[in-house]
C-alpha cells in the first residue's frame, strides 16, 4: 500500500537530517547496567512459553533484567530470580511468544485515520456521505476532509463511485479519501477545483484519472494519478503528526505488536519518530523504510542514502531500509500481470515505477548499504522486481543483503524457486487473502489463481515468509492475519474449508513468520525474534495458548501484556 492520505509520504521534502550515529552493535546492548546474580526487573510465570529457540523450545517463565531477557526456564527456576522489587507478571496459563513484529505496516497513515474519518467496513456510500458531512461541520476554516478505508466491493454493484455524494455532502470543503489498499483516491468537486483537475488534465505516467462518458474526471485517481490532488493537500504539522504515531502506537500494543517495519516513510516522519524516540515515547520498536519512490530519482536516493544506516537508536528506531514500488494493487486492477485481467480485458494493470528505475534504486541503495524492500502483486510485477534484483546483486556483491518482495500476491509458479535461489524474503500479509478472497479469482481467473498468497508454495519451495498486515489496510491485529494463516477463511468461517486450502500455514509456520522470520528480514534475529538470554526483552503474553483452542477463537483471544525492552507496553484490564 502506498500512502495517500496526505503529503507525507507521497510528497516528502527531503532535506536531510543529521543523524547522530548510534550505529553500535544491536546484540546484547540493553543489559550492560546491570550485572547477572542482580534479582529480576520483571517475571512472567505460570506461561506456555514458546521459545523459538531450538534449544529450549518450550519453558514456564521468563526472567527479564536491564531490558534483555535474563532466564527463561521453569517456574521454580525463574522465580528463584526474583527479589524485592521484581514485578511478577502471572500468565495464568496463557501463551508467551517472542514479541511479535508486524513486518509491513503503515504507522502515520493508521493514526491519520483513527484521528480523522475511518471508514474501513462501512457498506454503503450514502453511509459514507453522512459521516462526511459530520465531520465537515467540525473543522476549522480551510481544512480538508480526509481519512480512508473505504472499499467499493463491499457496496451494491461493486463500482467505483464518483465525486457526486461527496461533493453534495461537502460541497465548500475539499474532501479526499483513500480506498482500503491506498491504491486510489476519491475526491470530491472542490478538491478537484483546488488541485485545477479538468477534463483536459492528463493522465500521468504509472497512474490513471477516471472519466466518464464524457471524458469529464469522475472523482477517482488511480496510482500515481493521486497526487495531482494530495500535492495541494496541506501537510501535517509535526506535532499532528506526532500525534498519529502515537495513537497508532498505543493500538499496536494493544494488538501484542512489540514491532512494526513501517513500509515508506519520508523524512519529516523519521524526524518525528525520533523526536518521540528521544522523548522515551515510542512504546514500541520501529524498523523504517524509506520511501524511495518519494526519492524522485535514484542520485536523490543516492544522495539521501549517503548517511550511513540509523540502528536501534535510543533502543527503538532502526532505518536502514528502502521501499520502492513496481505496481499497483489488485483491488483497483493496477497490479502488473503479463495477460489483461480476467475481468477487464485489455487492462494489464499499471507499473508505478518503471522497472529499470527499480534496477537502478535497488543498485544506490545495496552499494550504501541499504536493504530494499519492492511492493510487487502482479506475476509480471514479481518476476520484474526478481529480474531487478539478481541484476543489481550480480552488480554489487553485498555481503548481506536480504532483499525483500512486499506482498508477492500472485505469483507465477515458475518464479517461486528464484526467492530461494535470489535470498528474497517474501514479506506478505496473511489478512490479504482473506480480505480479497470475494473478488480476486474473478480478476485473474483459475490458472493464475492457484499462485494467489501462495504460502505454501513460498514455504515449501524453502524460502521465508515475513508476516504483517499493511494496516490500516488490514487490522493492525497480528491475531487476525494468524486466523487468516491458518484457515484461509474469514471471520464468519467462510469458505467452509478455506480459500484454496492447499495454501495454509501451520500454526508453527504462522508464529515464526510473526517473529523469527520478521526479526530476521530486520536484521534483529540474534536480539530479537527468540526468547533466550540475551536477547531484548520482547514478549506477547496472551490469555490462552492458541494451540489448544480452536481456530475461531484466536481473534478473540485476549492480550495479556506486550512487553518491549522489559517495559509494558500494554496491559489487559
Ligand atoms: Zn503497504
Given at each position: ?7 507525507i ?54 526472567a ?12 521454580a ?11 511478577r ?27 480523522n ?174 520511501s ?95 529480474d ?7 552488480a554489487?556483491?553485498?555481503?548481506d ?103 495454509k ?13 520478521a ?55
Amino acid at each position: 500500500m502506498m500512502q495517500r492520505l496526505h503529503r507525507i509520504a507521497a510528497r516528502p521534502s527531503f532535506a536531510l537530517p543529521i543523524f547522530s550515529l548510534a550505529a553500535m552493535a544491536a546484540a546484547g546492548s540493553g543489559c550492560a547496567s546491570r550485572r547477572a546474580g542482580e534479582p529480576a526487573d520483571l517475571i512472567v510465570f505460570n506461561g506456555k512459553v514458546v521459545t523459538m529457540n531450538p534449544e529450549k523450545p518450550e519453558a514456564q517463565a521468563v526472567a527479564v533484567r536491564g531490558g534483555t531477557i535474563a532466564a527463561v526456564g521453569t517456574d521454580a527456576e525463574v522465580l528463584a530470580l526474583a527479589g524485592d522489587a521484581t514485578r511478577r507478571l502471572d500468565a495464568r496459563g496463557g501463551m508467551v511468544l517472542p514479541g511479535l513484529i508486524d513486518a509491513h505496516g503503515h504507522i502515520a497513515s493508521l493514526g491519520e485515520q483513527i484521528a480523522n474519518l475511518d471508514l474501513r467496513g462501512v457498506d454503503s456510500v450514502a453511509e459514507i456521505a453522512r459521516r462526511v458531512r459530520e465531520r465537515a461541520a467540525g473543522l476549522q476554516p480551510g481544512e480538508w476532509v480526509t481519512g480512508g478505508g473505504w472499499d467499493q466491493n463491499l457496496w451494491p454493484g461493486e463500482q467505483f463511485p464518483d465525486h457526486r455524494p461527496l461533493t453534495q455532502a461537502s460541497p465548500d470543503r475539499p474532501v479526499w479519501l483513500s480506498r482500503i489498499d491506498g491504491h486510489a483516491m476519491w475526491a470530491n468537486r472542490k478538491a478537484m477545483q483546488l488541485a485545477g483537475i479538468t477534463r483536459n488534465t492528463p493522465d500521468p505516467v504509472g497512474g490513471s484519472i477516471e472519466r466518464d462518458a464524457k471524458g469529464e474526471p469522475t472523482g477517482i485517481f488511480i496510482d500515481n494519478a493521486a497526487d495531482l490532488v494530495g500535492k495541494v493537500v496541506p501537510p501535517a504539522s509535526r506535532e499532528r503528526l506526532k500525534s498519529w504515531i502515537t495513537l497508532a502506537l498505543q493500538r499496536c500494543a494493544q494488538a501484542g505488536l512489540t514491532e512494526v517495519h513501517d513500509a515508506g516513510v519520508s523524512a519529516e516522519q523519521v524526524a518525528a519518530f525520533k523526536e518521540l524516540a528521544d522523548a522515551g515515547q515510542l512504546p514500541l520498536r520501529v524498523y523504517l523504510m524509506w520511501s524511495g519512490m518519494g526519492m524522485g530519482s535514484a542520485e536523490a536516493l543516492d544522495k539521501a542514502l549517503a548517511e550511513p544506516p540509523l540502528i536501534n537508536y535510543k533502543d527503538r528506531v532502526t532505518l536502514r531500509s528502502v521501499k520502492l514500488m513496481i505496481d499497483g494493487a489488485m483491488g483497483s486492477r493496477g497490479a502488473v500481470f503479463f495477460a489483461d485481467y480476467d475481468d477487464d480485458k485489455g487492462n494489464r494493470g499499471l507499473f508505478v515505477m518503471d522497472p529499470k528505475a527499480i534496477e537502478e534504486y535497488t543498485h544506490v541503495a545495496l552499494k550504501r548499504g541499504y536493504q530494499v524492500n519492492t511492493h510487487a502483486i502482479g506475476d509480471r510485477g514479481i518476476r520484474l522486481t526478481l529480474d531487478a534484483y539478481e541484476k543489481a546483486l550480480a552488480a554489487n556483491p553485498s555481503p548481506d543483503p536480504r532483499p525483500r518482495i512486499e506482498h508477492l500476491q500472485c505469483i507465477a509458479k515458475d518464479d517461486v524457486p528464484r526467492l530461494k535461489s535470489l535470498g528474497v524474503i517474501a514479506s506478505m500479509q496473511p489478512s490479504h487473502a482473506t480480505s480479497d478472497m470475494y473478488w480476486a479469482d474473478e480478476r485473474v481467473g483459475a490458472e493464475r489463481g492457484q499462485g494467489l498468497y501462495a504460502w505454501r508454495w513460498v514455504i515449501d519451495s524453502g524460502a521465508m515468509i515475513a508476516a504483517g498486515s499493511d494496516f490500516p489496510v488490514d487490522p493492525e491485529r497480528p491475531l487476525v492475519g494468524i486466523h487468516s494463516a491458518l484457515t484461509r477463511q474469514d471471520l464468519k468461517h467462510w469458505p467452509e474449508t478455506g480459500w484454496h486450502p492447499d495454501q495454509k500455514m501451520t500454526l508453527d509456520e504462522t508464529l515464526r513468520a510473526y517473529t523469527v522470520n520478521a526479526a530476521y528480514a530486520g536484521y534483529e534475529e540474534k536480539v530479537k525474534g527468540r526468547l533466550a538470554p540475551g536477547y531484548w526483552a520482547d514478549l506477547t503474553v496472551l490469555a490462552k495458548d492458541l494451540r489448544a483452542i480452536p481456530p475461531p477463537e484466536i481473534p478473540d483471544t485476549g492480550v495479556a501484556y506486550t512487553i518491549v525492552g522489559g517495559a509494558i507496553a500494554h496491559e489487559a484490564r
